[in-house]
């Protein structure tokens, strides 16, 4: 029924940028609350970005600056311009969407690979 498909993860060198997409559907997606979290080994799932049904967004500290959430609402797409990226951005990153009336992030996609080398 919903299901949220993430595709541009990769290896890239530190300095480069990668563009994460998350095709949705299932959704009405134009109202739902997106997201991106990434989860390293041995470390706790993090919000990266997020951005509602109206257009505001939110970072993380550690990526304010250098990474842009975005949606197409027409396309029910959410990317992720990820620029200048760090070795610490090496992650699983997963997006997710939380529907009006949830109180957290209800689907997730399986996520894709970031791999920043130094």
């Known amino acids: 029924q919903v299901q949220l498909a993430e595709s541009g993860g990769g290896l890239v060198q530190a300095g480069g940028s990668l563009r994460l997409s998350c095709a949705a559907s299932g959704l009405a997606f134009s109202f739902t609350r997106m997201g991106w979290y990434r989860q390293a080994p041995g470390e706790q799932r993090e919000l990266v970005a997020s951005i509602d049904g109206y257009g505001r967004t939110n970072y993380a500290e550690s990526v304010k600056g250098r990474f842009t959430i975005s949606r197409d609402n027409a396309k029910s797409t959410l990317h992720l311009q990820m620029n200048t990226l760090k070795p610490e951005d090496t992650a699983m990153y997963y997006c997710?969407?939380?529907?009006?009336?949830?109180?957290?992030?209800?689907?997730w996609g399986q996520g894709t690979q970031v791999t920043v080398s130094s």
């Open positions: 997710a969407a939380q529907p009006p009336f949830e109180v957290t992030m209800r689907y």
